[in-house]
Nanobody, 119 residues
C-alpha cells in the first residue's frame, strides 16, 4: 500500500513563505490526483489545492489562489506546495491525500504537518 509523508511545516511570521512536501512510497498512478487539505482546531477540513498526474492539471481554493503553487518531481514521487504571503488564517495542520480521478474517494492520507503563522 502506498504511504504518504508530509514535511516542511513550521512557524513563520505573516508575509513569510514555506514549502511543503508530500512524498509517496511508490510511483503514483496517472489515474490519480494528489490533493492538499488543511484543518484548523475547531474547524472542518478544507480543500486547499490539487494536482492531477494525468496531464498535470492544477486547481486551487479561492482562499489561496495566487499565493500557493503546486509543483512536482515525478522521479522523486513528490508533490510540493509552495506557500507565499502567509497569513494567520493559513494556520492549520496540512495533509496530502491520493484521490482517484473523477471521484471523491481518498485511498491514502499522510500524517500531516503543522503550519503556524504568527501576526
Amino acid at each position: 500500500q502506498v504511504h504518504l509523508v508530509e514535511s516542511g511545516g513550521g512557524l513563520v511570521q505573516a508575509g513569510g513563505s514555506l514549502r511543503l512536501s508530500c512524498v509517496a512510497s511508490a510511483s503514483t498512478s496517472s489515474t490519480y490526483a494528489t490533493d492538499w487539505f488543511r484543518q484548523a482546531p475547531g474547524k472542518e477540513r478544507e480543500f486547499v489545492a490539487g494536482f492531477s498526474w494525468s496531464g498535470g492539471g492544477t486547481y486551487y481554493a479561492d482562499s489561496v489562489k495566487g499565493r500557493f503553487t503546486i509543483s512536482r518531481d515525478s522521479a522523486k514521487n513528490t508533490v510540493y506546495l509552495e506557500m507565499n504571503s502567509l497569513q494567520p488564517g493559513d494556520t492549520a495542520a496540512y495533509y496530502c491525500a491520493l484521490r482517484q480521478l473523477g471521484t471523491t474517494t481518498y485511498d491514502t492520507w499522510g500524517q500531516g504537518t503543522q503550519v503556524t503563522v504568527s501576526s
